[in-house]
T-cell receptor
Framework: AQRVTQPEKLLSVFKGAPVELKCNYS??????LFWYVQYSRQRLQLLLR??SRESIKGFTADLNKGETSFHLKKPFAQEEDSAMYYC???????????FGTGTRLQVFP | ETGVTQSPTHLIKTRGQQVTLRCSSQ?????VSWYQQALGQGPQFIFQ???????GRGNFPPRFSGLQFPNYSSELNVNALELDDSALYLC?????????????FGEGSWLTVV
């Protein structure tokens, strides 16, 4: 079964601390994974995708097929990073997405 | 270039009633997907329309139906509303169907069923 698991509902850190939001997936085939972010009072938007292998707003995510993980990392959290983060899997490399339940990141000053 | 717009933003319906939600896709986008997001959950894929044809459906009963119009705008219809249908309904549009396309989401329609 295709599934995305985000084990943490809430992650709280202080400004400047490292952040890792966990994402594990279950998928038969070659997965394509994404991180979406929703800031307060804003719409859901793409943060990054694994095929791009890019860093956006200081965030990176590496696909680990052995551990079936796609954790989102940032070395130094900023207050403006506070948001809801969703990991998502593309179904058969289409634009139909399976989302995890999301992790709320709170960055305290 | 306008983004994805949805209407209405909020509505309240009674169990058993029917509801229609509307979505205007981003300019140039021919693919529209609908998602249901219950409180505390991630969005769940309902179905997708590509050039006016249904192109994939998630695990939702037939009382969830949709349409896409020649201008690529879309409607989501839900019949015989149940209390569990209370959720945020998100519309998303993209240009084409490949996973390389960026998907743009609307702000959603909050549906409360009482």
């Amino acid at each position: 079964a295709q599934r995305v698991t985000q084990p943490e509902k809430l992650l709280s850190v202080f400004k400047g601390a490292p952040v890792e939001l966990k994402c594990n997936y279950s998928y038969s085939g070659s997965p394509e994974l994404f991180w979406y972010v929703q800031y307060s009072r804003q719409r859901l938007q793409l943060l990054l995708r694994h095929i791009s292998r890019e860093s956006i707003k200081g965030f990176t995510a590496d696909l680990n097929k052995g551990e079936t993980s796609f954790h989102l990392k940032k070395p130094f959290a900023q207050e403006e990073d506070s948001a809801m983060y969703y990991c998502a899997l593309s179904v058969h490399n289409t634009d139909k997405l399976i989302f995890g339940t999301g992790t709320r990141l709170q960055v305290f000053p | 270039e306008t983004g994805v717009t949805q209407s209405p933003t909020h509505l309240i319906k009674t169990r058993g009633q029917q509801v229609t939600l509307r979505c205007s896709s981003q300019s140039g986008h021919n693919t529209v997907s609908w998602y249901q997001q219950a409180l505390g959950q991630g969005p769940q894929f309902i179905f997708q329309y590509y050039r006016e044809e249904e192109n994939g459906r998630g695990n939702f009963p037939p009382r969830f139906s949709g349409l896409q119009f020649p201008n690529y705008s879309s409607e989501l219809n839900v019949n015989a509303l149940e209390l569990d249908d209370s959720a945020l309904y998100l519309c998303a549009s993209s240009e084409g169907q490949g996973s390389g396309n960026t998907i743009y989401f609307g702000e959603g329609s909050w549906l409360t069923v009482v």
